[in-house]
């Protein structure tokens, strides 16, 4: 049974920290492209960063400086580092998993945890 369980969101001051996690279970972790999305209030759902094996990075402009994805595959983890928070990255968070590669016939989803930036 496949699982994506994110855990770390929170309240957190403009110009603050937060650090994502998501532990996966299921599913070959390796073989998959692992990204964050987040969708805030009466947004649509946007990518904010992904990473494939071999540490291939891509991020959403908006974020780009400020939050760094990275994996550990030994323990099935995928983290989202954020730094310079705002107000406008107040959004829940989700976790993907898209594979195996290099197809992505398996499309998975976790259940978000919220961010909330405000003073």
């Known amino acids: 049974q496949v699982q994506l369980v994110e855990s770390g969101g929170g309240l957190v001051q403009p110009g603050g920290s937060l650090r994502l996690s998501c532990a996966a279970s299921?599913?070959?972790?390796?073989?998959?492209?692992m990204s964050w999305y987040r969708q805030a209030p009466g947004k649509e759902r946007e990518l904010v960063a992904s990473?494939?094996?071999?540490?291939?990075?891509n991020y959403a402009d908006s974020v780009k400086g400020r939050f760094t994805i990275s994996r550990d595959n030994a323990k099935n983890t995928v983290y989202l580092q954020m730094t310079i928070l705002r107000p406008e990255d107040t959004a829940v968070y989700y976790c993907?998993?898209?594979?195996?590669?290099?197809?992505?016939?398996?499309?998975?989803w976790g259940q978000g945890t919220q961010v909330t930036v405000s003073s």
């Open positions: 993907n998993a898209k594979g195996p590669l290099p197809t992505t016939a398996r499309n998975y």
């Open positions: 990473e494939r094996r071999g540490g291939i990075t």
């Open positions: 299921g599913f070959t972790f390796s073989s998959y492209l």
